[in-house]
């Protein structure tokens, strides 16, 4: 351990408008974060409804470490490692599926949906093994909001609500948005890789910089309203909600439109079922204001991007090797809604999609220009002198400035600095 | 119609199509590919296995006919950065069998090796492909295309080309 080279000077690589590009690029670094970020903060795991029945489970990772998500029969949800007590091996080959128990098959040691170890082959071959001390591994502390299910590695350390903070709000916005409240994740996800560092997606998510040169292919093709959301006379917000957390805001723009559904690009009378819902749940004063403002467009810091219509799941591998996990969003209760969202999300994101193809090359051609060092100053001034803050205090600005990006490194360098 | 042709001579008119939509999704010649359509056409490239319902879980591809015009003209817009430049790609098509003939469609299959040559690197895309294709007055055309690649259900890279 004392052969480790001297712990970088964050404030020399971090300034509050620019950051070194070594940052996405230094091995050494990506290994820091694992330890001071991935294994210590709140990181998204999965949701809910991925796990509804007792026993079932689902393979997820934190960071690089695999995990599974284990509903128990008790129906409590577990996080647990997915490495054998006995030797290491990986207990659970399966990506999903529901079983009572998960069989090593090295040595055939047996472990419950919770996680106890229930049972070992040739038990006479150990003078009394205490199973209770065998247990797969699990992540400390797992808490839930609203059914989504994040982890952290840490024992102690801030509550889920404190780390989430005011983009809680923007979950709450989210379910509001299901007649029955709920958010279901039930389509599969496509996995989408990309040889660029995680922390190039972190960003890109709300920067509303990009989409009028990125994807000006597919808003000249398609038949899309999205981008004038992000022109140089947009009314949308940029936000930063403290601890990483970051929105592009688009309800300005679609309360100056006044009508519902015109987040989804569609109106009432193609979705009538769905909007007959949201009438009869909330009444039809809240309902109208629900389906005007839409869903968010948010980043929870590190891993879970809402892009209104689909959630991202970012998964580091190394330092310019990620995953983007990208799936439909349904809503509970609401068929014909959840068909639009699923073949518009088939159509936008994955590895042929028509907006992330082009955002996962940006990812990969700025991991390589990134290699030129010059400076090697990545510069995020922009929109600086205009900040402000919002009613609630949180910074906002213009919808192309880069009040995400700033608040992202804001956090990751008191995350660094605490290390 | 169909069933007047010799098996043999099925099979070449088959071929040769096959070869044929290959070669125009190699080269980039997009509107000539996106020619070979019918108006109910699906071209459709699962995910997480090959036989999941595409009306309920995602899809790497699932495009109906008005998506594909999309997807050609996005590719033609001169902005579709992921192709600029394009990606260097040279495909073969075999082990095709003719499964069957049904009306004035024909459905085939066929094993695909796609190599491509990009910024990124080099990359090798397996599949097994399904064929429906149609008799019209000017030949076959294609109604339904799908493509299991044999890793669709892991994490690939960005899959922006004709697959």
């Known amino acids: 351990m004392n052969m480790m080279p001297a712990a970088p000077v964050w404030g020399d690589m971090i300034r509050p408008d620019r950051v070194r590009g070594a940052l996405y690029r230094d091995p050494a670094i990506f290994e820091l974060e694992l330890e001071h970020i991935w294994y210590k903060t709140w990181v998204y795991v999965g949701h809910e409804s991925e796990i509804a029945n007792p026993h079932d489970f689902v393979l997820k990772s934190i960071g690089l470490q695999p995990i599974i998500m284990s509903r128990g029969g008790d129906g409590q949800v577990h996080l647990l490692l997915n490495r054998c007590t006995h030797r290491g091996n990986q207990v659970c080959p399966k990506e999903k599926g529901n079983s009572p128990m998960h069989t090593c098959p090295f040595h055939a040691w047996n472990f419950g949906s919770d996680g106890k170890l229930l049972g070992y082959a040739f038990p006479e071959g150990y003078d009394g093994l205490d199973k209770s001390k065998h247990g797969l591994g699990r992540v400390p502390r797992v808490a839930s909001y609203r059914g989504f299910v994040f982890g952290s590695f840490a024992a102690d350390g801030p509550s889920l609500e404190e780390h989430l903070g005011g983009a809680a709000e923007t979950i709450d916005r989210l379910c509001d948005n299901a007649p029955e409240g709920e958010i279901e994740i039930t389509a599969g996800f496509l996995k989408h890789r990309v040889k660029a560092n995680w922390k190039f997606i972190l960003e890109n998510e709300t920067d509303g910089y990009h989409p009028a040169f990125v994807h000006s292919s597919i808003f000249s093709v398609a038949d899309s309203a999205i981008g004038g959301l992000y022109g140089a006379k947009s009314t949308a917000l940029t936000r930063d909600y403290g601890n990483g957390h970051t929105e592009l805001d688009l309800r300005p723009e679609f309360r100056k439109r006044d009508q519902m559904l015109s987040w989804f690009g569609t109106t009432p009378d193609r979705l009538p079922d769905y909007v007959a819902k949201m009438n009869s749940a909330y009444g039809e004063e809240k309902a109208r204001k629900i389906m005007i403002d839409g869903t968010p467009h948010v980043m929870i810091f590190p891993n879970l991007f809402i892009a209104e219509i689909q959630i991202f799941v970012i998964q580091p591998l190394g330092v310019n090797d990620s995953v983007q996990h990208v799936t439909a969003l349904q809503f509970k209760g609401a068929p014909d809604l959840n068909r639009r969202m699923r073949q518009q999300t088939m159509g936008s994101v994955g590895p042929a999609g028509f907006l992330l193809a082009d955002d996962s090359e940006m990812y990969e051609r700025t991991q390589r220009g990134i290699q030129a060092h010059d400076t090697d100053w990545v510069f995020l001034g922009r929109g600086g002198h205009r900040e402000r803050r919002d009613a609630d205090g949180f910074i906002v600005s213009h919808a192309t400035d880069e009040v995400p990006s700033r608040g992202i490194w804001k956090h990751y360098r008191s995350l660094m600095e605490r290390a | ?163």
Request: hydrophobic share 40%; glycine share 6%; aromatic share 10%.
């Open chain 2, 1 to 163: 119609m169909i069933a007047t042709l010799a098996d043999s001579d099925l099979r070449h008119a088959v071929e040769q199509f096959l070869f044929r939509e290959a070669r125009l999704a190699d080269e980039h010649r997009y509107e000539e590919w996106e020619a070979l359509w019918t108006d109910d056409a699906i071209y459709w490239a699962p995910a997480n296995g090959d036989d999941i319902d595409p009306e309920k879980e995602m899809s790497i591809i699932y495009d109906n006919r008005s998506r594909i015009g999309v997807r050609v003209r996005q590719l033609l817009s001169g902005k579709r950065y992921t192709q600029d430049p394009r990606s260097g790609l040279r495909r073969i098509i075999g082990n095709i069998e003719v499964l069957g003939r049904e009306g004035d469609d024909v459905r085939v299959a066929a094993n695909a090796l796609v190599f491509e040559s990009s910024q990124r690197g080099e990359t090798v895309w397996a599949s097994r492909n399904e064929y429906t294709l149609r008799r019209t007055g000017e030949g076959f055309k294609l109604a339904r295309k799908k493509v299991a690649l044999v890793n669709n259900d892991r994490a690939l890279y960005t899959m922006s080309f004709i697959i």
